[in-house]
């Protein structure tokens, strides 16, 4: 694999042309070795020795364009259900692949669906407060254990309860099973319980049911998905030169054999509301291990910084028609597109020598946060210093002597990212009240050069999370958080909602410093004015 410091040159536009001729010999490679076929026989043979346990027990989405349709049809007859009581308010409670998937589902068919993964108490507050008379809660986890899951269920039971409502009557769940949440749904009589295929993955789950019910009962037509996977599928398992899977896993393979660690991804009118973050997890959670892999960066338009700009270390990739100068582009329909992504990955996966089905890093930051929360107080300690509204906590040496800005910090945190690196933001914040945060992206690659990503936390924990820790080690990480005005205990729990979001910050920012990656911690006493007091300081950086 080549080095950072060996990467060749290269220059805008012929770069693309050469990434296809560079993925030429690799198509033919996986041509010869029958990967396209093999794949869709569900072959657990084909990333090698170590990873063919996990394999052999996680290709069962190849074939969901068949074994979903009956799941189909129970979703469809518990819809009709609901609605004749005017159940028709669909909150999901799913963190990863069991949230991202039905998002996407829901907001490209413009049905509402209020989508739970976070553990911001403004945000879930904001949620109970929605018509709770006529709320079904769609509880998703495969494992039955994720906390931020577990914590939405407890909290809503005991909302539905302290209205008079039945909440059993109410919960709807979907899981692996045998989940310590099947045996709690059982237990509780909860309305129903999906069973998904176990064999299916959750970042490869699309079009189980994690995808499919909770889409699925805010009002999604199912069958339109089903049935374009259903018209890929022949296609993807064939071993020929012109398989959409075989071509974009030959060049994001070729890309990262020539040095492109990361892969850019702008929407160029596909109409498909929010495939980048789904496809953001999709790649970095199945290649982000053993030092190597790549770094989505979902950009918001193929003119934002970081898409297209002759840097060496990235490949641009459209969803939708290709802009000009950027040969690799995909596009479909959403069953048909994700399931040409999952096969491609998978691929890639093969390429890099890494088993894509596991996420062996992210289990870290889940324990440091735990140990945060069994202590007797989760304390972030003093702050290096004060700006206006916001507390900046630093490590040991990221910052110069008489820092005392934000915009010296910045400074700082820029200067130490290393060649080819990347800054990644992760905001554990309201990502709908603080949604302008959003806006740090572009305005960070814009002032710092520096290929940039936005994640809101603690959903990317369960997304590009795994690459930060696991993936190439040359990121720098800006963290935020705000301050509770309104928080909420987690029932049954010694902690409330605002310590676990404080906790897993802590906790994931814990990790990534003992991995030697520098972090910066900006906390907002008032959130409002903390942001607008950062955007500004961003302005500011390198004029
Ligand atoms: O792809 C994965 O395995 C993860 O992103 C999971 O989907 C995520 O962590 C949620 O897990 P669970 O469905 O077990 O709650």
Known sequence: MTQPDERPEQVAGTAQERLMAEATPLIEQLIGDKVASGLFAQNPTLWGPEAEPEASIRLGWTALHETSVPVVHEIEALREELRAEGLDRVVLAGMGGSSLAPEVIANTAGVPLVVLDTTDPGQVADALEGDLSRTVLVVSSKSGSTVETDSHRRIFEEAFAAAGIDAASRMIVVTDPGSPLEKTATEAGYRKVFRADPNVGGRYSALTAFGLVPSGLAGADLRPLLDDAHSSAPKLGSDVEDNPALVLAAALGAAHIGGAEKVVLADTGSGISGFGEWAEQLIAESTGKNGTGLLPVSVESPEAPGFADARSDATPVAIGPPPQGVLLATEGTVGGLMLVWEAAIAIVGRLLGINPFDQPDVEAAKKAARALLDGPAVDPGAPSFVDGPVEVYAPAGLLPDGAATLGDALTALQGAVPEFGYLSVQAYLDRIADASAIVLRP?????????????????????????????????????????????????????TLGTLQLAQALGDGQVLLERGRPVLRLNFTDRAAGLAHLVKAVQEVGS
């Open 443 to 495: 305005e960070l690659a814009r002032r710092t050069g520096v290929q940039t990503t936005f994640g809101w936390g603690p959903r990317f924990l369960h997304s590009t999370g795994q690459y930060h820790k696991g993936g190439h080690q040359n990121g720098v990480f800006l963290q935020l958080t705000g301050a509770v005005t309104q928080d909420l205990q987690v029932p049954g729990r010694p902690y």
